[in-house]
C-alpha cells in the first residue's frame, strides 16, 4: 500500500509565501504543493477589509475545488488577520494561518521593547492589537507599518536591485532607545519580509533578533497532517500559479524551480 501523500496549498499575495513553503517541504518533502500567488490583486496592505475578504474567499473556493488540497497554508499576514474565519466557516479542510509571532518576541525579549514590522493592513487589524494585550502587555510594542518593504521583497525575487537606503527607510522606525534600553525584538510580520533578511540585517542601526513565523507554521502542518513516512523522498512536481499572468521573470521561475515547482496558468 502506498503511503498517504498530501497535497497542499499555500497562498499568498505573491511570492511572500516562499518563505513558508520551505520550512514546510523541508518537514514533508514527499508532499504535493501547489502554490498559488495573487499578484493580480497584490499588494494586499493597502487594501479595504471587505473587498479583501470576497477577493481571498473567491480565490480560494476555486482553488480548492480544482486542486482538492488537504490542507491549506494561508501565507499571509494582511489575508490570515481577516479572512481566516470566513474561510473555515466554508471549507472542512484544516486551513492554517499566519499572525504575527508577537508571542514569542514577547516571551523572548530581555529588554522589554518589540517592533512589529507589517503592512497597512496588518497592522490596524483588531487581532494585531488582541494579540499585543494577551502576549505583550508588559512590553512597549511599536507598530510599524512598512508600505514598501513586501514590493521590494518581491522587487528582489524578480532579480531587480534593491537599495540599502530604502530598505533603512522602512525599518528605521521600528528601532527605538529609551531609557538605556534598546528594541531586541522585531517580529517580521510580513511573509515577504524574510526574503530580504540579509539587507535587513545589514542596515540594521543595531543587532536585534528578527522573528520570522514561518518554522512555527510548518509545526502546525506536521501536526495535522502527521510526518514524512520514513523515507520520503523529496518531490518536485509541485506547481506554481500567479493571477497576474505578466508577472513572470526569469529569475522568480528559477526561484520557483529551486524549490520544485513549476509554473501552470490559470
Ligand atoms: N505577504 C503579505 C503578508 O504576509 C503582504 C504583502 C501585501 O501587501 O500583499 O502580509
Redesign the pocket.
Given at each position: 500500500m502506498s503511503a498517504f501523500r498530501p497535497t497542499i496549498l499555500i497562498f499568498?499575495?505573491?511570492v511572500?509565501g516562499l518563505t513558508v513553503l520551505e520550512p514546510i517541504r523541508a518537514a514533508r518533502p514527499d508532499a504535493h504543493f501547489v502554490y498559488l500567488g495573487d499578484t493580480a490583486f497584490?499588494?494586499?496592505?493597502?487594501r479595504e477589509e471587505d473587498e479583501l475578504i470576497a477577493r481571498v474567499v473567491s480565490v480560494i473556493d476555486k482553488a480548492v475545488a480544482q486542486y482538492k488540497p488537504d490542507l491549506v497554508v494561508i501565507a499571509?499576514?494582511?489575508a490570515s488577520t481577516l479572512v481566516l474565519p470566513a474561510l473555515r466557516a466554508r471549507l472542512t479542510i484544516p486551513i492554517v494561518g499566519?499572525v504575527p509571532a508577537i508571542k514569542p518576541a514577547a516571551e523572548s525579549s530581555q529588554s522589554r521593547l518589540i517592533s512589529v514590522l507589517?503592512?497597512k493592513?496588518?497592522v490596524k487589524r483588531d487581532y494585531t492589537t488582541a494579540l499585543i494585550r494577551d502576549f505583550a502587555g508588559d512590553c512597549e510594542v511599536t507598530l510599524v507599518s512598512a508600505a514598501r518593504l513586501?514590493g521590494l521583497a518581491e522587487d528582489a525575487l524578480h532579480g531587480l536591485p534593491v537599495a540599502d537606503a530604502d530598505l533603512r527607510a522602512e525599518i528605521e522606525p521600528a528601532f527605538i532607545e529609551k531609557g538605556g534600553r534598546r528594541t531586541d525584538r522585531v517580529v517580521l510580520a510580513?511573509?515577504?519580509y524574510p526574503l530580504l533578511l540579509a539587507g535587513l540585517e545589514r542596515v540594521a542601526p543595531w543587532p536585534v533578533t528578527w522573528i520570522d513565523p514561518a518554522p512555527a507554521i510548518a509545526r502546525r502542518v506536521v501536526q495535522l497532517l502527521g510526518d514524512s513516512p520514513i523515507g520520503a523522498q523529496g518531490a518536485d512536481d509541485g506547481f506554481v500559479m500567479l493571477t497576474g499572468a505578466d508577472d513572470w521573470s526569469p529569475s522568480l521561475l528559477s526561484a520557483f524551480a529551486e524549490r520544485g515547482l513549476s509554473p501552470i496558468a490559470i
Amino acid at each position: 500500500m502506498s503511503a498517504f501523500r498530501p497535497t497542499i496549498l499555500i497562498f499568498d499575495s505573491g511570492v511572500g509565501g516562499l518563505t513558508v513553503l520551505e520550512p514546510i517541504r523541508a518537514a514533508r518533502p514527499d508532499a504535493h504543493f501547489v502554490y498559488l500567488g495573487d499578484t493580480a490583486f497584490f499588494p494586499y496592505g493597502e487594501r479595504e477589509e471587505d473587498e479583501l475578504i470576497a477577493r481571498v474567499v473567491s480565490v480560494i473556493d476555486k482553488a480548492v475545488a480544482q486542486y482538492k488540497p488537504d490542507l491549506v497554508v494561508i501565507a499571509c499576514h494582511t489575508a490570515s488577520t481577516l479572512v481566516l474565519p470566513a474561510l473555515r466557516a466554508r471549507l472542512t479542510i484544516p486551513i492554517v494561518g499566519t499572525v504575527p509571532a508577537i508571542k514569542p518576541a514577547a516571551e523572548s525579549s530581555q529588554s522589554r521593547l518589540i517592533s512589529v514590522l507589517a503592512t497597512k493592513g496588518t497592522v490596524k487589524r483588531d487581532y494585531t492589537t488582541a494579540l499585543i494585550r494577551d502576549f505583550a502587555g508588559d512590553c512597549e510594542v511599536t507598530l510599524v507599518s512598512a508600505a514598501r518593504l513586501a514590493g521590494l521583497a518581491e522587487d528582489a525575487l524578480h532579480g531587480l536591485p534593491v537599495a540599502d537606503a530604502d530598505l533603512r527607510a522602512e525599518i528605521e522606525p521600528a528601532f527605538i532607545e529609551k531609557g538605556g534600553r534598546r528594541t531586541d525584538r522585531v517580529v517580521l510580520a510580513c511573509t515577504h519580509y524574510p526574503l530580504l533578511l540579509a539587507g535587513l540585517e545589514r542596515v540594521a542601526p543595531w543587532p536585534v533578533t528578527w522573528i520570522d513565523p514561518a518554522p512555527a507554521i510548518a509545526r502546525r502542518v506536521v501536526q495535522l497532517l502527521g510526518d514524512s513516512p520514513i523515507g520520503a523522498q523529496g518531490a518536485d512536481d509541485g506547481f506554481v500559479m500567479l493571477t497576474g499572468a505578466d508577472d513572470w521573470s526569469p529569475s522568480l521561475l528559477s526561484a520557483f524551480a529551486e524549490r520544485g515547482l513549476s509554473p501552470i496558468a490559470i
